[in-house]
């Protein structure tokens, strides 16, 4: 099993910053994949940005040149720095993980979500 744990969040004013941190723990093998989705009310949950073990990221539309996504392999743990924020941000961010482990017949992968943390942007 592998837990993640988000911090980072809150409310900021339109034109504002934040960041937010996902760290993965327990029982890892390797993870290729991490990412943050988010979810507006009545909205379906969206891809936000993910990034490779290698280092390869991948951005939806609405965040480019606005968000940039980190991750440190060491500790298991994925960043998103978001600037320039707007209230169509607003939204339920989550953490997300693909676990892959190797086994001899090929491999298992299995997907893991944070609890989630809220982003509110308003004046």
């Known amino acids: 099993q592998v837990q993640l744990v988000e911090s980072g969040g809150g409310l900021v004013q339109p034109g504002g910053s934040l960041s937010l941190s996902c760290a993965a723990s327990?029982?890892?093998?390797?993870?290729?994949?991490m990412g943050w989705y988010r979810q507006a009310p009545g909205k379906q949950r969206e891809l936000v940005a993910t990034i490779t073990s290698g280092g390869s990221t991948n951005y939806a539309d609405s965040v480019k040149g606005r968000f940039a996504i980190s991750r440190d392999n060491a500790k298991n743990t994925v960043y998103l720095q978001m600037n320039s924020l707007k209230p169509e941000d607003t939204a339920v961010y989550y953490c997300?993980?693909?676990?892959?482990?190797?086994?001899?017949?090929?491999?298992?992968?299995?997907?893991?979500w944070g609890q989630g943390t809220q982003v509110t942007v308003s004046s």
């Open positions: 327990g029982s890892i093998f390797s993870i290729p994949s």
């Open positions: 997300h993980a693909l676990h892959r482990e190797v086994v001899n017949t090929g491999w298992i992968d299995d997907e893991y």
